[in-house]
């Protein structure tokens, strides 16, 4: 038996291979988020075993290959091309990060720093994976633990990096207390490993979240067909109808929202107002029934911006209309007030929008492509909010719900709970939305909000501020339900400060490296 524990110590494919598995069951909808910890003691041995940082990244690659695969093979459902190349490039950075790791172990002699600064490099690499064109979050190490809400409250405070920083640093000191056989190594691991999920249960075990006021909440899911056009129906007419028919089948007149998901006002919107256009009809309809039953409609749709010739002149024309741009928006009609507009931030690379088109075009001084033709939808910057009754909530639209700095902006600027609309019928049945589920939850902890989800083929529900769930729908099922949703004002550590510990630890990160690969002269 110990021939075969030492043969698997020594195989750096073995231990790749197994790495990558762990850490694939370690994410939803699987239970078992702990294999993180096992996973990365088998990398950081893995890169203990290797002759260069380039060894490390060739021998990990397979392993971060499969985890990729396992987590977010749904990707193809919706493009392949987009999928296959966003699951290939995600793996290289991954193993980028293990050359940097590698140098570490490489050339520090202390087990703390080592161990700092094997951490620090990861962390980094996930908070700088949120803030550009090529952004593929999901993976984050925190998303894994979504599920286990009473071991990670704690993220109140840090954000879900607080999780990040618990598995690698963890796993970083474990390793080498294994390896060095120091003995304030292996007690540090073990202080380390159970002093968050202690503080979460503490911290559970003493939190309030009272609210003297709720919001009667409506949450619509239609079920739509989203590769059929207009959801399966023959006019956009039919479409609206089953809507305000679901919603008014469980609405009372005490009904504050009505939230209907991504893509469920077809065809399109737009700030043309002027009755030739089509969408104009629907835009009334949806004002009147505001009107008549005296509540707010927040829902999804594509709208479309038109401009005045003059401006915007690189922007693609619709033949006597002028220059125009398409967003993925989320729009809010009042009984009092005109129609309100959110345009989605964070868009998906390559299927929503193409990466870096604002750099190309800029370089491109030839013209030689139509960047404006290519670009997709546009990219709003504004994190504009729904009024509710007496508060207000963002809409947030799918993938907008994986980056809780953006969310934060919304929660400062005075949302009472938090509102995500998302159409996760594009990937089929399929472990993704099982995880876009999940992941609400870490938002509903970050920022002591209570989270309304509506999905046009589900799972809709609503997460309390812990992150437990109150209410789930089935998947794959035409349904409305109403909840009486509390609001929430306090503002916790995460919310106030923001991504503070991602920031501290870049900062580490480039004071390492600058230890790393400048050494100063003795």
Known sequence: MTNYITKFWTNKWL????AGIMLGFSFPPFPFPFLQFPAFIFIFRLIALSHSARQAAYYVYPGFLIWNVMVSYWLMMASLAAGIAAILANAVLMSLVVMLQFQAQERIRNGWMIALLQTAF???????HHQFDLSWPWLTLGNGWANAVELIQYISMTGFWGISVWVMLSSALIFQGIQRKKRSLKIGAVIITVLFPVLSLVQLSFLSTPSDTTVETVIVQPNFDSYEDLGGFETPEQTLDLLFNLSDSVRTPQTDVIIWPENSIYPYLTNRDSRRFAPRKIKDSLQARASAWNTSIIGGTAYVEYFSEGDHPALPKRSGNGPYLTYNAAVGFYPD????IYRKHNLVTVVERFPFVHFFNAIDVFNWVNWSEIQNFGKGNNPTQF???????AALICYDSVYPGWIRK???NGAGFI???TNDGWWGDTSGHEQHFAYARLRAIEFRRWVVRSANNGISGVIGPTGSVKKRTEYWTRTAFNYDVPILTQQTMYARFGDWLPIGLMIISVGGLGFLFFPTKK
């Open 387 to 393: 009024r509710v009754g007496e508060t207000k909530t």
């Open 337 to 340: 007030q005109p129609m309100e």
């Open 15 to 18: 231990l790749s291979i197994l």
């Open 122 to 128: 990861w962390v980094t690499f996930e908070y700088l």
């Open 419 to 421: 509102t995500v609309i």
């Open 410 to 412: 919304f929660v400062q």
